[in-house]
């Protein structure tokens, strides 16, 4: 199956710093990646859709500003978290979609684990 | 907007018990998917339904997509440890535009096996 890889796994980073979390398809091609983020014991929430070559969707209530999103390549979405706050600490999850327009199955990274401290 | 109801959010069972979760619509949806999220893990794709009454197995799960396709659930025969973790179902939003492809996914629910 289709492989999605997100690095890093694990982030300690200190309030008012940035992160950058990469996300790969790693044997295709994904024009829409999508960036989640899990709180312990909650559901996914999707935070953005990234297209490649074009600007990010956010979903609402989402800062674009503070989540910046960059597809510069089809195997390629990275999501910064500018100015990062405690309450910024969380598990993100990026996802990619293999396939065509019918094939809407959804391959996660293995997540990033973030902790401003 | 969409959204999915998901229940129970926690089940807790005996090893060789059964398991379901039930996931359910305000709305009629084009399909559903389930995933499986290990502890500490990242979510894994297991299955999508998409025809109204559609029923698929895999093993000891059994998955099932009403009539009205509104709701769905997830049912495990004799659990064993190794279904430990917390299963998503998930709706794809509006078709079209930026927003194809979109899920929105049920508040999960955690099931722990004891042996």
């Known amino acids: 199956g289709a492989v999605v890889s997100q690095h890093p796994s694990r982030v300690i980073c200190k309030s008012g710093t940035s992160v950058k979390i990469e996300c790969r398809s790693l044997?295709?091609?994904?024009?829409?990646m999508f960036w989640y983020r899990q709180f312990p014991k909650q559901s996914l929430m999707l935070m953005a859709t990234s297209n490649e070559g074009s600007k990010a969707t956010y979903e609402q209530g989402v800062e674009k500003d503070k989540f910046l999103i960059n597809h510069a390549s089809l195997t390629l979405s990275t999501l910064t978290v500018t100015s990062a706050h405690p309450e910024d600490s969380s598990f993100y999850i990026c996802?990619?979609?293999?396939?065509?327009?019918?094939?809407?199955?959804?391959?996660f990274g293995p997540g990033t684990r973030l902790t401003v401290t | 907007g969409q959204q999915v109801m998901q229940i129970p959010q926690y089940q807790h069972v005996q090893e060789g018990e059964d398991f379901t979760t039930y996931c359910n619509s305000s709305t009629t949806l084009s399909n559903i998917q389930w995933y499986k999220q290990r502890p500490g893990g990242h979510p894994v794709f297991l299955i999508q339904?998409?025809?109204?009454?559609e029923v698929k197995k895999q093993k000891r799960l059994t998955f099932q997509f009403g009539e009205a396709k509104k709701n769905s659930s997830l049912h495990i025969t004799a659990t064993q440890t190794t279904d430990v973790g917390t299963y998503f179902c998930?709706?794809?939003?509006?078709?079209?535009?930026?927003?194809?492809?979109?899920?929105?996914f049920g508040q999960g629910t955690i099931l722990t096996v004891h042996p």
């Open positions: 339904l998409v025809k109204s009454g």
């Open positions: 998930a709706a794809r939003k509006n078709a079209g535009g930026t927003s194809y492809g979109k899920l929105t």
């Open positions: 044997d295709f091609q994904a024009t829409t």
């Open positions: 996802s990619a979609r293999d396939g065509g327009v019918g094939d809407l199955k959804q391959y």
